[in-house]
């Protein structure tokens, strides 16, 4: 599952059970811990016995300053080599630092979106997790309705949705700085069709996949948005053709956004990984694609120089 086809199929099959490792979760955890001190933090999509998230939380309680790590997972009837937690039902951790912890069952299923695990959200001033991206439309709105600080896993082309572009446009939500190009290595159930490329299995028996695309939305601030997006690029017609079909020109790569342009410009999803909100204004999302000479485009967000 290296590519955008292999989340299709994930997304269908309802296979997007991935866990995320310690290394993806310490390189964008070390930009926000200020944020952190004296916060109750929510891992809502994490088996204790097993998640990243949670062990990072436990095993950096004092050094971030946390008040309360709580995690909950989903109901797993399989047993596999991931998981200890075989219940029909989820199940709720609380841990409280210097080694104090509750481990209890959940009375329902440990669903995201059931009653009790809504009572723990509101609870909770942080979510850290990486969702099911099936789900990822739910659990965001879940999220911005409860109105929760969160740093979470998606998939770049989520940035589409209809129900995400306008809180990207809105400054509500953004990318985290520490992915922005290239594959994620995450691993997955046993029963996970292992069919394409950059599936895999390691000596000691986890199945892995490498997902391409993956980012860290989130609406808690960090240095890197504030860093000026240096142009160099001169503005030619001949080089930057206008859509038929939009009021704008076409800049096919975030590096060669002209600047000498004040207009509107279309450009590629990829800019939000370097988009400082007061250097550029977001317009809207070129919905339905745009056309130059006759020939449809990739999806562009369209945006104006400040």
């Known amino acids: 599952m290296a590519g955008s086809r292999g989340l299709t199929n994930a997304r269908k099959a309802k296979k997007d059970e991935f866990y995320t490792q310690r290394s993806v979760i310490e390189d964008e955890l070390f930009y926000y811990k200020k944020h952190f001190k004296d916060k109750v933090v929510l ?3 994490d088996d204790p016995t097993i998640s990243e998230f949670s062990k990072f939380f436990k095993e950096n309680f004092e050094e971030y300053g946390l008040k309360k790590l709580i995690t909950t997972c989903y109901k797993n009837a399989n047993v596999n080599l991931f998981s200890e937690h075989t219940n029909s039902k989820g199940c709720s951790w609380v841990y409280y630092g210097n080694g104090k912890k509750d481990t209890n069952k959940l009375k329902g299923d440990g669903d995201f979106r059931s009653k009790e695990c809504k009572e723990l959200l509101e609870e909770a ?11 990822f439309r739910e659990y965001i709105a879940q999220l911005i309705d409860y109105n929760k600080k969160f740093l979470i896993i998606g998939n770049l082309n989520a940035v589409t949705y209809k ?8 400054k509500k939500i953004w990318f985290g700085p520490s992915i922005s190009s290239g594959d994620r290595k995450f691993y997955v159930p046993d029963d996970y069709p292992l069919n394409a490329a950059g599936c895999g299995e390691e000596e000691d028996g986890k199945h892995f996949i490498r997902v391409k695309g993956v980012r860290w939305f989130t609406n808690l601030d960090h240095k890197k948005r504030h860093e000026e997006l240096i142009l160099y690029k001169k503005y030619s017609p001949e080089e930057y053709p206008k859509y038929d079909n939009y009021d704008a020109i076409e800049v096919g790569l975030t590096a060669e956004i002209p600047r000498d342009y004040d207009g509107v410009m279309g450009v590629p999803i990829t800019f939000l990984d370097k988009y400082n909100p007061e250097q550029f204004e977001i317009i809207d999302l070129t919905t339905p694609r745009g056309i130059i000479n006759g020939k449809t485009k990739y999806a562009r967000i369209l945006i104006r120089k400040k």
Not at 125 to 135: A, E, H, K, M, R
Not at 163 to 170: Q, R, S, T
């Open 43 to 45: 891992c809502n999509c």
């Open 125 to 135: 001033d942080i979510v850290v997790t990486n969702p099911p991206f099936s789900l």
């Open 163 to 170: 129900e995400v572009f306008p809180l990207i446009k809105d």
